[in-house]
């Protein structure tokens, strides 16, 4: 693996998601230039413009889609036996950003014109945020069948980069941590369909596969550093998993420990802030060539 390389530090001084809040694009500017009524960034499939989201809210998310929403939207948010809306084609979801227009349907529910409709569900605010990232986290990645109207622009885009750009743009940004001939042999082969082979490069990972665990040291104020896998870290409690597979957890609460993340992915959603629609389809036109 290519562990070593990859050490970013980040020295937490808020909250976890508000960190990576302030590191999305999709949640902030976005947000900003959306309420002032500006359409979006055109041209690109929306996943990509909306980083990974926190994976434990999102595994929150998916387990309180399973007891109130499943039944009715369906395992894939395709629509389930009872009768509720494919949420994947939802404009209503595609214009939605952080819960914002989901939530009033959720806690509200909505009649509609036949007479059926949704019955409101009793979520708190904070479950409302967790159900919309893991739905966003499904929308991000699915797939053209049933999935959200691509339009026409965003066919044709997908492979009109230029293979050479690509490479000249791979060798500055990301031969530190990855190579051609390496790692990423093959992954044209690997990952034969271009927009998700686009996808995956984009959020750093497959859909599904496992996200590299990101490891924590926390130097209590007394002094004292432990080292280990980050399991769980809100704004009060850090919890980790010590090598020697003990579970420890520090609170968090008036100035306590210090926390040191490392990331392996920390690198790519920095770079999701920086790169142009040109970048994106250059990288992936080079990526493609690696069968
Ligand atoms: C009893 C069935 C049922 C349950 C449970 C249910 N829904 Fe719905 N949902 C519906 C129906 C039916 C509609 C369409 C209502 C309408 O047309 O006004 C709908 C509409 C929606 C919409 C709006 C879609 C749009 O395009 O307008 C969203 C978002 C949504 N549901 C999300 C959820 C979430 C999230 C949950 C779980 C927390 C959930 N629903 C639970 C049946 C259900
Ligand atoms: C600082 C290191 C770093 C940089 C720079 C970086 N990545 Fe990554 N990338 C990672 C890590 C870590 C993963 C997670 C994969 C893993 O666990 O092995 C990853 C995953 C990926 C994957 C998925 C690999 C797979 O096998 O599914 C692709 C593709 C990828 N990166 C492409 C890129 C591209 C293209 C760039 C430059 C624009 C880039 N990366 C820059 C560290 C980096």
Not at 232 to 249: A, E, I, K, M
Request: aromatic share 4%; glycine share 14%.
């Amino acid at each position: 693996m290519i562990g070593a390389l990859l050490l970013v530090t980040a020295l937490m001084t808020t909250a976890w998601g508000a960190r990576l809040a302030a590191a999305e694009p999709g949640a902030g500017e976005e947000a900003g230039e959306q309420a002032a009524g500006q359409p979006r960034r055109q041209g690109l499939y929306p996943a990509l413009q909306r980083p990974p989201g926190d994976p434990e809210l999102i595994a929150r998310g998916q387990g309180i889609y399973g007891i109130n929403c499943r039944a009715c939207h369906g395992v894939d948010l395709r629509g389930g036996d009872l009768g509720g809306p494919n949420l994947l084609r939802s404009q209503l979801v595609l214009r939605d950003l952080q819960g914002e227009l989901m939530g009033p349907v959720i806690q509200n529910g909505s009649t509609s014109p036949d007479g059926s409709g949704m019955p409101a569900q009793p979520l708190s605010d904070e479950d409302v945020r967790a159900v919309a990232e893991y739905i966003h986290d499904v929308l991000s990645t699915a797939t053209r069948q049933g999935g959200p109207p691509e339009g026409d622009a965003v066919e044709l885009d997908i492979l009109v980069g230029d293979p050479a750009a690509g490479q000249a743009y791979f060798a500055a940004q990301c031969a530190s941590c990855h190579s051609p001939a390496g790692d990423l042999r093959g992954i044209a082969s690997r990952i034969a369909e271009p927009k998700e082979l686009q996808n995956t490069w984009v959020r750093g990972g497959a859909r599904g596969g496992t996200r590299p665990p990101v490891d924590v040291t926390v130097t209590t104020t007394s002094g004292d550093r432990v080292e280990g896998r980050l399991e769980r870290l809100d704004d009060f409690v850090v919890v980790l998993t010590t090598t020697d597979g003990r579970h420890r957890s520090f609170s968090r609460r008036g100035g306590g420990a210090r926390i040191e993340l490392a990331d392996p992915l920390a690198r790519h959603r920095e770079l999701l802030s920086m790169y142009s629609d040109a970048d994106i389809h250059n990288v992936t036109a080079y990526l493609v060539t690696l069968k």
